[in-house]
């Protein structure tokens, strides 16, 4: 059984990145997050600004992005993603690709370009999986050998890297509302967070102790708290809209499969009809042939007819 969103005095998480994470101040709560998901010490020294960063929600489908660089100068592309979006995966790939192209200068060497990880934090069902978190890494495979191509020791050496993959973007896919088990690592206790709003008292994942404290809304700001309904009010207008086209084009899809339905009955219920009364008409004519004394051969090639049925007669 799917778990609800339960009540909460709790900000929504999708708003909090894009409003508080920013803040220097906080930044305890996204290396919290980002620790539990890449296991491993992930310590923020900046949130860089880059042209996919949006900081108003003045459109209504808004997406909430942020882009910070780690104690390894690695980058790390944020996304939390309410709109149910087709080419999401491609966007995920352009999002990629520019950011790595923002940040390398034309005269810099291509051992510059920066590691880049994508996380992708999204409310609706992307793709087909059992799983809740999915992890995509570039490797190349030998089509011959089915051997993995390696870096040299040279290259380890001089990029301070053990694998091709590790040069390449790597991506994280959290599909949050097929999350419906009991929170058993410090991730999971996250991704429970970040589909309920609500941390369990027993929670132990870094970051959360202080994500309950810095996201409480009766801690806002009186304009933090009209930007936070702002935000809540685009969501339902968003909902809105999806559910309507979504129920508008079944309505107008049924229409159209009952009148083509409609359109295919009358059009093959002629054909039959016209086919039949060629037949009735064929057979006549060549009872007639029969009587004037005509061969079978002849009465053939006069109606269409096949020999059977004129032996019949």
Do not use: C
């Not at 992005?65 to 790390?76: F, I, M, P, R, S």
Request: aromatic share 8%; charged share 30%.
């Amino acid at each position: 059984m799917k778990k609800t969103m339960k009540k909460s005095n709790l900000i929504r998480f999708d708003w909090a990145f894009k409003r508080l994470l920013r803040q220097k101040a906080n930044f305890v709560v996204l290396e919290g997050f980002l620790t539990s998901l890449l296991e491993r010490p992930i310590s923020i020294l900046e949130i860089l600004d880059s042209e996919s960063n949006k900081q108003e929600s003045d459109d209504k489908f808004n997406r909430v992005d942020l882009l910070a660089k780690n104690q390894d100068g690695e980058l790390l592309i944020i996304e939390v993603q309410n709109n149910r979006e087709l080419d999401y995966f491609h966007r995920m790939l352009y999002g990629t690709a520019k950011v790595i192209t923002e940040y390398i200068k034309e005269s810099q060497a291509y051992a510059s370009v920066k590691k880049v990880y994508s996380i992708n934090i999204v409310y609706f069902e992307l793709g087909q999986g059992r799983d809740y978190v999915y992890r995509g890494v570039t490797e190349f495979r030998g089509i011959h050998e089915n051997d993995i191509l390696h870096l040299s020791a040279s290259q380890k050496r001089q990029f301070r890297m053990e694998t091709v993959g590790d040069i390449y973007p790597e991506y994280y896919v959290l599909r949050v509302e097929d999350f419906n088990t009991v929170a058993k690592t410090p991730l999971d206790e996250w991704i429970e967070f970040l589909k309920t709003g609500d941390i369990a008292t027993t929670a132990t994942a870094p970051g959360l102790r202080e994500a309950r404290e810095k996201l409480r809304k009766d801690r806002m700001s009186e304009a933090e708290r009209n930007a936070y309904e702002e935000h809540l009010e685009n969501l339902r207008y968003q909902k809105s809209v999806i559910t309507t086209g979504i129920i508008e084009g079944r309505m107008k899809g049924l229409e159209e499969g009952v009148a083509i339905g409609r359109a295919e009955g009358l059009t093959a219920g002629k054909a039959e009809g016209l086919a039949e009364g060629e037949h009735t008409k064929a057979m006549a004519i060549a009872v007639k042939a029969l009587q004037m004394g005509m061969s079978i051969k002849d009465i053939v090639a006069l109606t269409g007819l096949n020999e059977e049925d004129i032996k019949r007669l």
